[in-house]
């Protein structure tokens, strides 16, 4: 199985446009040590020929356009099979809108996130014609068979897991589901290699420990390195509990746990621009990199 890592921060990027946070102006004006970053989306591929997208981020064209496996090999094509999404949130779901162009493709999504997609009128772009999106279900605890373009099986087996999360910010009135937020495991049904994904998590549960058991590589949330940084920063009164992401550090935090999980490759993705974890000599990376664990950067490759 081929992966890799199109983008890996947190919602807005990094730099974020409108944040002037120690890394956003360090990353600007090359006073710090690290890289930008586009916003989180993963290809996976079983032969490298077709390419499975989880979640779709809004810089999904700059991210297509920097990896030649997912350019066009015809006037009008695609080797993108299918996108799964893991929950509604526009950092995951605004790149679908981008892939307008009278392309066939697969969408694979909860019930709930479907819908909540649909409630928005520019989601009829995606349906100029018949059969232009097929959106496939994913229903939690029910392995699904990833499609290509074909109809045929892939070869890659998804299962998705509800975990801690909650509904995106524009839909807080719909309430909450347990089908709002997934963890995914993709599966070579052949070799039974598996990828684990968990982008957004609010904390531990009994699905999240499902979903990496038996995993060759495993992303992880890593948003924010505390609860209180973005109020400590004076960017907002929510901690990270409240934004429903568990955050890396303390004696609390997601490294104590994902540093004891026992896959080949372990990584944090999703991350926040104001993580101290994003620049490369902080004591945080440190911490992170002796735990064993990696922190995503966009172009980042595993080979299972
Ligand atoms: C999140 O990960 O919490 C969301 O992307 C936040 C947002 O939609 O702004
Ligand atoms: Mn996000
Ligand atoms: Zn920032």
Redesign the pocket.
């Known amino acids: 199985m081929k992966i890799r890592v199109l983008g890996s921060a ?3 990027g990094f730099p974020q446009w409108n944040c002037g946070c120690f890394n956003c102006a360090g990353v600007r004006s090359g006073s710090i040590a690290a890289t930008p970053r586009t916003q989180e989306s993963l290809a996976v591929s079983r032969d490298g020929r077709a390419w499975f997208l989880i979640n779709a981020s809004p810089e999904i064209r700059q991210q297509i356009e920097t990896f030649p496996a997912l350019h066009p090999r015809s006037s009008r094509d695609t080797p993108i099979a299918g996108i799964v999404v893991t ?1 509604g ?4 779901c605004l790149g679908l809108l981008c892939l307008r162009e009278w392309q066939r493709f697969s969408v694979y999504a909860t019930a709930r996130v479907r819908d909540g997609f649909a409630r928005n009128v520019f989601a009829r772009t995606l349906s100029r014609f018949d059969g232009q999106v097929t959106w496939r279900a994913l229903e939690p605890g029910r392995e699904t068979k990833l499609l290509l373009a074909s109809g045929e099986p892939s070869g890659l087996d998804v299962l998705a897991l509800p975990v801690p999360g ?1 509904a ?3 839909l807080a009135d719909m309430g909450a589901s347990d089908e709002d937020n997934v963890a995914l495991r993709i599966r070579d049904a052949e070799s039974g290699v598996a990828v684990a994904y968990l ?2 998590v609010a904390g531990p549960s009994d699905g999240v420990a499902q979903i990496v058991r038996d995993a060759d590589a495993v992303f992880f949330d890593g ?1 924010f390195w505390s609860s209180d940084e973005l109020i400590r920063l004076g960017a907002s009164d929510k901690r990270a509990e409240d ?3 568990w955050p890396v550090g303390g004696s609390g935090g997601s490294l104590a746990w994902l540093g004891a999980v026992r896959a080949r490759h372990r990584v944090y993705i ?1 991350i ?1 621009n104001t993580n101290p974890m994003l620049r490369d000599d902080s004591d945080e990376r440190a911490l992170v990199e002796r735990a064993g664990v990696a922190v995503a950067f966009d172009g980042m490759e595993l080979s299972l």
Do not use: E, I, R, V
């Open positions: 947190a919602g807005g929950n949130d526009l950092d995951h909650k995106p910010l524009h982008s957004g948003t934004m429903a992401h999703h926040n």
